[in-house]
């Protein structure tokens, strides 16, 4: 029985929801392997948060220029129709709702669409915010791309965050490795299983009153 | 003849007081103007508050000027990095305090500053921890909190070329913070890689305009340029600290 | 493939609504979308609430917009000019309504919208007439006002080059109000003298990034220029309407 | 006996008083003369509000472009060094004292610097204000240029406006046909007194007490 799909496989099933045209986000880590499963040739700008709009993939190693890096500090490249600004007019686009989808790694998310996942709240931790919360807030569409466990088996889905928030109620849709998840005003609704789950299953994995949207179409309904 | 120039980074950074404001562009090792720190550090000024988006990168630029105990306070919105440990070790000892702000926070603060705006309601933040005890506020059905102006002293800037005016261009994403720090400072302090010509930077395309700079120097052209042309940078980190 | 760009005025246009709020660039003539404004009437929406920085210039462009009586209220700051004759005709027959803001607040009320602010404390105004009624308060020893962001339905913008994806490069001080509408309004339209190829504009120039702009039309070259090269005007006024 | 200088003569007396390197925006009208007085060669760099530094005098009748003017809609020319940006950011610099001289008419300013320089408040007239409370609270030094009397012969130097004011306690110094004033804590101070004026005269003229500083140099001081 398979319950889980593999993170690049995760990745490909959110690229299959990036309709031509999206001006698109990715949050460090696991999100920017979106980037890896557009397809060939679909116009997909992405922007990066120190100041750019269709930034391109790594170039190669010869090819490092310091001075064009992503919000992770790694070296990128510039495509045809790149545009470069500062750091207030990159802020003002992200909270002004100019992005089209934003894409997110979680701590947890809450059945009202609240998130979290800057800082565990551990007391010895030393914090670091970055833009993690004008993204939460500001794109149209915020994806949130996670496990459903943590390693130690809790579910990331929960009734109330415990851990410190990044925004309120900001979350639109939750792809992780077991099912994809709307939130909607009266809780979470699954879209599409992965492998052999079931919405009961679910339901107690999470622990979570669970809506069966399946007969939806996730690609589709995104698209409309 | 107006003539923001000076010869060297020395003169550059003179005057910066024990207590002073720091605001320091860049977005990790991109855009750091990492002569001007060095030539902070060798100045001699304590007691500082720095801005910048993070804590410092390895054992240079604003890690070292962290390391040698000139930093009392630090406003930034990501300080905790792979290669932050000079910040980290200070923190974790309690020598140095912590302001964390939300990076789009961070940034509008510090326009609005240069802006004359005294304070504004941004949705960045309602309902976390870094909201709390700040006012807030429903406008049009959607939540907001108060931030205010982040001024500074001084602004020490990176950028690309200036000419003698002060005007402005930077080079892709090194251009980060710095045209908002330069709006921000009482005394703006830039490195570039060139001086050029009055007249030879397009009107068009200028980024800072110079009456936001009061000092300018050339440090020389960035290694991985030559004459202009990108050439390839060995290695990111060696290169860009 | 993204593409921005529609073949006519008439189609740019197309689904404005009666009742809509348009932001109109333009200071003066400069940067004034002639041709949109133009299809604007053609095609017929009523009740507008249109936001520019004046109130229209001689017999035509916004003016002859006026004229027509499509539009119920004018949020500007500079309303009489030595050829505002519609606008003075129509306001004093109490069949326009008028909001009046100080420049700098009409800019960056229409900037906050676009930057997601909801609203902010500026010094302009206070102590005023036009900051009557409205909430103020004392930050750090200085007076400002309360004024909140200015939104729309629709930005009518000229700029000068596009490509596909509509980033926009501006010409002089035409560039004025358009940056910030197109920012500000849920449905950008641009009228450029002609869309160049994707890649075509600088990165480090582009003025106002694509992901602001919902349609570009290209009108042709202005009249006082060649082939991209200036060839003067044989006058001002003509030229420009 | 002479006791007024011609709106040339006040406005080369006001540009002795623009140091080199100043950032300055004059205001529709008479201040903008002040430019044709400003010494060969010095470098002094005009801001218009409507988006550019460094601008240049009209240009030639065959030279007029129509995307090149200033805030009063005439046709202006471009400098070395120019720089053009968008009306969020010309404000910006406004507002945020970025500029160090503005020059504006006035209808009126009060001892304690006020200024009314935008409606006279007529029932029938058609508001408009423009760029005036921004420039009048934004410079560093608000120099107003004026006539000192009406053509009624009231004063409009006056203990309280009664026109609408611009800006509250924005004007530094009030050039006038008949004397420089400087708004100091305690009231106007006289600077400079042209031609055959004295300071009783003027002080019955206005109806305020002024101070007598005409032993400082106003040209001096500034520059100070």
Chains 1, 4 share one sequence.
Not at chain 1, 17 to 46: C, K, Q, S, W
Not at chain 2, 87 to 110: H, K, M, S, T
């Amino acid at each position: 029985m398979t319950t889980r799909i593999s993170r690049d496989e995760l990745a490909a099933r959110i690229a299959r929801d990036i309709p031509e045209g999206a001006v698109m986000n990715l949050g460090i880590g696991a999100p920017t392997r979106v980037a890896n499963f557009l397809p060939e040739g679909l116009e997909v700008i992405l922007h990066t948060e120190n100041g750019m709009l269709a930034m391109g993939p790594e170039p190669a190693a010869d090819r490092i220029d310091p001075d064009l890096i992503n919000a992770g500090k790694q070296p990128v490249t510039e495509l045809p129709g790149a545009a470069y600004f500062h750091h207030a007019d990159s802020f003002a686009m992200m909270r002004g709702g100019h992005l089209d989808i934003c894409v997110l790694g979680a701590f947890q998310v809450s059945e009202r669409g609240d998130l979290a996942n800057w800082s565990t709240g551990a007391a010895d931790s030393i914090p670091a915010v970055g833009g993690a919360m004008d993204l939460a807030i500001g794109a149209r569409q915020v994806f949130v791309m996670t496990d459903l466990l943590t390693r130690s088996g809790e579910s990331k889905l929960v009734r109330t965050c415990s851990y410190p928030l990044t925004g309120v109620g900001c979350v639109n849709r939750i792809y992780t490795d077991h099912a994809i998840f709307d939130v909607t005003p009266t809780g979470l609704a699954v879209l599409e299983l992965f492998g052999d789950n079931t919405i009961t299953e679910l339901a107690t994995l999470t622990g979570l009153v669970l809506d069966d949207a399946t007969s939806t179409d996730a690609t589709d309904k995104e698209l409309a | 003849m107006i003539s923001k120039v000076t010869g060297s980074v020395e003169e550059a950074v003179r005057g910066i007081a024990d207590g002073a404001v720091v605001m320091i562009g860049g977005f990790g090792r991109a855009g750091q103007p990492v002569e001007l720190i060095d030539a902070l550090l060798a100045h001699g000024a304590a007691d500082l508050t720095v801005i910048n988006n993070n804590a410092g990168n390895g054992d240079t630029g604003l890690a070292a000027l962290l390391a040698a105990r000139r930093v009392r306070r630090i406003i930034c919105s990501f300080p905790r990095q792979s290669d932050s440990h000079v910040f980290d070790a200070l923190y974790r000892a309690g020598e140095i305090e912590l302001e964390l702000v939300p990076q789009g926070n961070l940034a509008e603060r510090i326009r609005a500053a240069g802006a004359g705006i005294g304070a504004f309601f941004t949705p960045t933040g309602f309902g976390t921890a870094l909201a709390e005890g700040k006012e807030t506020r429903e406008i049009d059905g959607r939540s907001y909190v108060l931030e205010h102006a982040l001024h500074a002293d001084v602004a020490l800037v990176s950028a690309y070329r200036a000419d003698r005016w002060g005007n402005l261009v930077y080079r892709k994403t090194a251009r980060n913070f710095g045209p908002i720090m330069a709006a921000a400072a009482t005394t703006t302090i830039v490195q570039v890689d060139e001086i050029v010509e009055l007249g030879a930077l397009d009107p068009e395309s200028v980024v800072t305009p110079g009456l936001y700079v009061n000092r300018v120097v050339a440090v020389g052209e960035r290694a991985w340029l030559r004459d202009g042309e990108f050439v390839g940078a060995a290695s990111v980190e060696g290169d860009a600290s």
